[in-house]
């Protein structure tokens, strides 16, 4: 569920991390998409943001049968695997994309 930060349901405890509400994308895709069309500095910032929290989020959603979370759950699963995708280029590529690669709009996902 992607909704603007003042409608973005989080459990209690993580609601500061509203301001992330644009990275709860529901696909892989959009994710990727969102990563590469983000400057690394932006992707620092988030990845700066979730980082030291991750542990707590997993261990927060780990109280729930995954496919049963609550909304603001499902919220906060989505923040944590936007946080997958956003550490790929923080912490391997250095850059949104990658470096002398493919133009990612050349791949496809099946699955």
Do not use: C
């Amino acid at each position: 569920m992607n909704t603007t930060a003042t409608t973005f349901a989080l459990p209690k405890g993580f609601e500061d991390l509203a301001w992330l509400a644009d990275w709860a994308l529901p696909t892989e895709r959009a994710r990727h998409a969102k990563r590469v069309a983000t400057p690394i500095e932006e992707l620092q910032r988030v990845y700066d943001t979730l980082l030291p929290r991750i542990e707590g989020m997993i261990a927060h959603l780990d109280q729930f049968p995954v496919d049963a979370l609550p909304p603001a759950e499902q919220n906060l699963m989505l923040l944590t695997l936007a946080f997958v995708e956003v550490s790929l280029s923080v912490e391997l590529l250095h850059s949104p994309t990658v470096p002398d690669g493919f133009a990612p709009s050349r791949f496809e996902v099946h699955f």
